[in-house]
């Protein structure tokens, strides 16, 4: 148990789905992100909060939207996803940007 | 960007064995984490380590800062070891901090 914490743990989509992920953190941590793994890839920074502000788009997809309602929960809107957007998707969540950051269990998605 | 390489890519051991794994990164780092990803994709912390060695039970690890590299070592292995090691390399300042990954070390710990 890292303290953070992510549902749903899988999800399979279609492509004209609409569906959200979701993280939380119970470390009183200010800083938020959200990863990506896919198979052969290291990890990919996608987002990143600090203090409920968006600091960071690492060049991602429209079809992918963040929304971070307060310090402890994170949001992942997901609508008209590809096939290749299935991957292992992770939160994590640091004091502030440049400390010790510890990650969700992921959600696992897969885009039919 | 900041380039972070681990070696070896696979590692298979038998039970008992002490192994080696290494990290390097192409420039300075503000901070070095080693995680263990279990089989279902939990990354578990294992070592924060910006300089230094630290050990915890059976791991440990080592970061030379000015020649850009950490080790982790792993000795007397087990069975409930495998799995892929990641190292990541905190880079950047000014608020453009970014944990880098490396692609892993994939551990096989056979019976």
């Known amino acids: 148990e890292t303290g953070v914490t992510q549902t749903p743990r899988h999800l399979v989509m279609g492509m004209t789905n609409k569906k959200s992920l979701k993280c939380e953190q119970h470390?009183?941590?200010?800083?938020m992100y959200w990863y990506k793994q896919s198979a052969k890839k290291p990890l990919e920074l996608m987002f990143v909060?600090?203090?409920?502000?968006?600091?960071e788009n690492n060049s991602v997809p429209s079809r992918f939207s963040p929304e971070c309602p307060n310090s402890s929960h994170l949001f992942l809107h997901l609508h008209t996803l590809q096939p290749e957007d299935s991957a292992l998707y992770l939160c994590?969540?640091?004091?502030?940007?440049?400390?010790?950051?510890?990650f969700g269990q992921g959600t696992r998605l897969t885009v039919v | 960007g900041i380039q972070v390489e681990q070696s070896p890519p696979d590692l298979i051991l038998q039970e008992g064995a002490n192994s080696t794994l290494r990290c390097n990164f192409s420039d300075s780092v503000n901070n070095l984490q080693w995680f263990h990803q279990n089989p279902w994709g939990q990354l578990i912390n294992l070592f924060y380590i910006p300089s230094g060695t630290k050990q915890n039970g059976r791991l440990s690890a080592t970061t030379v800062a000015t020649e850009r590299y950490s080790l982790l070592y792993i000795s007397s292995s087990q069975t409930t070891d495998s799995g892929v090691y990641f190292c990541?390399?905190?880079w950047g300042q000014g608020g453009s901090e970014k944990l880098v990954f490396g692609k892993g070390t994939k551990l096989t710990v056979n019976p």
């Open positions: 994590a969540s640091s004091q502030a940007r440049n400390t010790e950051a510890f």
């Open positions: 470390l009183g941590h200010n800083a």
């Open positions: 909060y600090n203090f409920k502000e968006q600091t």
């Open positions: 990541a390399a905190q």
